[in-house]
Nanobody, 120 residues
């Protein structure tokens, strides 16, 4: 499975971006999918996850109320009211099972990541 995350870019604080995650080859329609982010020198951080039917949504406290995860044939992360501390490389990942949680160990396939930079 090859995942591709795209939609990142440079945005001013308070702005919005929409990330998308698609796959080539095998689909992830039966798996939970999550978004994580990472800044240099820090561990990968959980952002949000969504179950295979679009339920079982979990958000990190730091993004709750600002970010929204959704899915159809792709998985999306709508990011609103962006803050400079949201700056990171964002990765999507396919879960091992139909529902996945906060831990990276629950995910099997990872995309290459897309850079999000929020200027103050």
């Amino acid at each position: 499975v090859q995942l591709q995350a795209f939609g990142g870019g440079l945005v001013q604080a308070g702005g919005s971006l929409r990330l998308s995650c698609t796959t080539s080859g095998r689909t992830f329609s039966n798996n939970g999918v999550g978004w994580f982010r990472q800044v240099p020198g820090k561990e990968r951080e959980f952002v949000a996850t969504i179950g295979w039917r679009g339920g079982n949504i979990i958000y990190a406290d730091s993004v709750k109320g600002r970010f929204a995860i959704s899915r159809d044939n792709a998985v999306y992360l709508q990011m609103n009211s962006l803050k400079p501390e949201d700056t990171a490389v964002y990765y999507c990942a396919v879960g091992i099972s139909a529902v996945a949680g906060r831990s990276p160990s629950q995910y099997r396939y990872w995309g290459m990541g897309t850079q999000v930079t929020v200027s103050s």
